[in-house]
């Protein structure tokens, strides 16, 4: 069928959120890993294409998501969303807004909006400023992200130096009327405007959906990506068929952990007390191939169950690997460790902790679409997938989703 809806992702624990999030709406959603090869043929309503753009240079992003959107385009996308984190994770040099501003300029469109609240997270927006749970962005541990510590947690100030459009906010107030007044509220000029939109609930982001879905751009968290969905579902520009049910493949359990999230730290120390695990550091990878052959040789020898192999670590451990390595290469290393084992592993089920390890890891096992299995956590699906050694279920987590026992949960939604 036609393609109405086409998402573009910048990590892919955040395509598997959105799709997740998607199919709350019972509308079928095809999950791609990168920029397919072949033309559209098989396209469904909701096409979501997976990239590794969120800290790659600001070109080669712009390049990604402007080839994923000619595929869009192709399959026959009437509405695009540029998905990125509800953390909002970019550097002054980008990624978000140089890509929506590439986006904006291909769709030839002048107006945008960025919503990257998920309030079922509790990733809130208020007077343009982001909040996780009760913490400012800039004082919430993502000020420690080893690739983008977030130092400021103002939308339009983050923004300002990653695009040339001026920002505007639609405060709460406004929001709170519902969605005629924030219809009324989106600038009438045809300069490039970027609109940030306060989100403290769901309701909220209803609202925002309904107010905006005639935009051919929108961009935010995967909340927002859920919403608008649904609203097509609504209006019928989308269909609202119940996805089939894929069967999860049986066998080992792995998980990769290279998240340093306090989340998934909180998630490695809750499972190291219930399975065998093996920790990787980037110094010693650094030194040589005996790391890495290490943790291999650990891997085969452990008897049948879940196991964790992991990279997570605190701030200050981090920031010595990274003064002695770069973050650039320490991060490099951990992420190609990882990739690796999955692919020396027997493992059949493999939880991935990282946004970026997530991206490195599906790329080595050489994945290019994922079916949709059960939400593990809000933003976290199971999905399965084919290799070339066979059928895999695969879940992508971004840092920090789920709960302490985040890992074991997921097994459990397999046995169940
Ligand atoms: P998150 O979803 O929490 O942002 P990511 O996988 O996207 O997680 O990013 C974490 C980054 O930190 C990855 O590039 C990973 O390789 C890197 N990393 C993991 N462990 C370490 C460590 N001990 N020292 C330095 N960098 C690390």
Redesign the pocket.
Known sequence: MTTYFGAIAD?F?GATDLASMIARSGTPVSLRLGVPDCPPQDSTGVEVIALKC?STPVAEAVCETTAALDWLRGAGARRTFWKYCSTF?STAQGNIGPVAEALMAALQTHLTIHVPAFPENGRSVYMGNLFVDQQPLAESPMKD???NPMRDSNLLRLLAPQTTGPGHLIPWPVVAQGMDAIRAALPQNDRLTHIVIDTVADADLQAIAQATAHLPLTCGGSALGGALAAVFVKSGSLPATATTKATAPKGDQLVLS????AM?RAQVAHFTALAPSHKL??LTLAAGPAALQLAQSWLATQPPGPKLIY???DPE??AK??RQLG?ER??????QALASLAQTAKATQIVV??????GAVVKALGISRLTLGPEIAPGVPWCFADTSNGPIALALK???FGDDDFFSAAFAHLTA
Not at 258 to 261: E, K, M, R, T, V
Not at 330 to 335: D, T
Not at 353 to 358: L, Q, R, V
Request: charged letters at 20%; proline letters at 5%; aromatic letters at 0%.
């Open positions: 990590d624990t969120r994770d992200h080893p690739l290279g998240s340093c999230s998934t550091d980037p990279a997570s670590a451990e981090v690997a990274q973050a320490a991060g490099q290393l951990v992420e902790a990282g946004g970026e390890t997530s971004s840092g920090n």
